[in-house]
T-cell receptor
Framework: AQTVTQSQPEMSVQEAETVTLSCTYD???????LFWYKQPPSRQMILVIR????KQQNATENRFSVNFQKAAKSFSLKISDSQLGDTAMYFC?????????WGAGTKLIIKP | NAGVMQNPRHLVRRRGQEARLRCSPM?????VYWYRQLPEEGLKFMVY????????ESGMPKERFSAEFPKEGPSILRIQQVVRGDSAAYFC??????????????FGDGTRLSIL
């Protein structure tokens, strides 16, 4: 069975600092996508960034970047110059055909 | 271009009543996915539907839960005889064609179901 593990239930950093959220996964698929979603207090589910497993280059989206280590099955999210609006739950997910398999989430708090 | 629309945003039901959750996919999307999020947890897949077809309902409880996506109108997730344990956020997502990793699922804002 495919699994996604987020080992940090909660993290907090000061505004403008850089923070890294960890995620490990297990899949038997040869090609797959990995995602980070953000769920702010409004509880919407917002796609932050995604990575194609066959691409070696790490995905970046403005202040958000990933460190994708395929052999280690690791997919961490780095947020640079963190902002108060980054406060949210962050979920890592892996696709398994049409299902998204989700981690339990990391609660990120950005302190002023 | 409107996103995935779910309604209602909040739904309160008493034990034993029926809950109907609606999801209108993004324009041009014919594939719908339902997920459930219990408090303090990630999302869990429930069911995947195309127009008039259920493709995979392996994540949906076999009793009391049903889903449909008719030719016309929104997708409906129906929960009969609700119990306290059904309290959760229910998210709908859609994609334009058959599942492809190149087509990320777009999520609605969810329906918060509370059972009294």
């Amino acid at each position: 069975a495919q699994t996604v593990t987020q080992s940090q239930p909660e993290m907090s950093v000061q505004e403008a600092e850089t923070v890294t959220l960890s995620c490990t996964y297990d899949t038997s698929e040869s090609n797959y996508y990995l995602f980070w979603y953000k769920q702010p207090p409004s509880r919407q589910m917002i796609l932050v960034i995604r990575q194609e497993a066959y691409k070696q280059q790490n995905a970046t989206e403005n202040r958000f970047s990933v460190n994708f280590q395929k052999a280690a099955k690791s997919f961490s999210l780095k947020i640079s110059d963190s902002q108060l609006g980054d406060t949210a739950m962050y979920f890592c997910a892996c696709d398994s055909n049409y299902q998204l398999i989700w981690g339990a989430g990391t609660k990120l708090i950005i302190k002023p | 271009n409107a996103g995935v629309m779910q309604n209602p945003r909040h739904l309160v039901r008493r034990r034993g009543q029926e809950a109907r959750l609606r999801c209108s996919p993004m324009k041009g999307h014919s594939h719908v996915y339902w997920y459930r999020q219990l408090p303090e947890e990630g999302l869990k897949f429930m069911v995947y539907l195309q127009k008039e077809n259920i493709i995979d309902e392996s994540g949906m409880p076999k009793e009391r839960f049903s889903a449909e996506f008719p030719k016309e109108g929104p997708s409906i997730l129906r929960i009969q005889q609700v119990v306290r344990g059904d309290s959760a956020a229910y998210f709908c997502a859609s994609s334009p064609r058959g599942w492809s990793s190149n087509q990320p699922q777009h999520f609605g804002d969810g329906t918060r179901l509370s059972i009294l």
